[in-house]
């Protein structure tokens, strides 16, 4: 029996999902119970929200990440996740597309 395709997502995939991107949604609500998050990421996602300059934007931003955080495991950084990052078909998609 071959085994599921896991993904494991980049910083530009999620941004692209925070932007509401319809292809990026649509594939990341159909992979949802095999994708993942790894913290490096999820910092920088927290970074970028905590930049935006206008209060209330700020705030907005750091509620969507926080809610898009909780939709996915988070995983600890070590060897075995940057060698899956660097093979992850999210990632060559994202950087494909930018």
Same mark, same amino acid.
């Given at each position: 029996?071959?085994?599921? *395709? &896991? ?10 999902? &925070? ?28 970074? *970028?929200?905590?930049?935006?300059? *206008? ?7 750091? &509620? ?10 988070? &995983? ?13 078909? +999210? +990632? ?7």
């Amino acid at each position: 029996m071959p085994k599921a *395709e &896991l993904f494991l997502l980049d910083t530009c995939t999620c941004i692209f999902y &925070l932007q509401q991107r319809p292809s990026v949604v649509r594939e990341l609500q159909r992979a949802r119970h095999r994708t993942y998050l790894c913290t490096p990421v999820l910092a920088e996602l927290y970074r *970028e929200a905590s930049q935006i300059a *206008e209060l209330k934007g700020r705030a907005a931003r750091l &509620l969507e990440v926080a809610a898009f955080a909780a939709a996915f495991p988070v &995983l600890p950084v070590n060897v075995a996740v940057a060698r899956a990052f660097g093979f992850c078909p +999210a +990632a060559t998609a994202a950087k494909a597309t930018l």
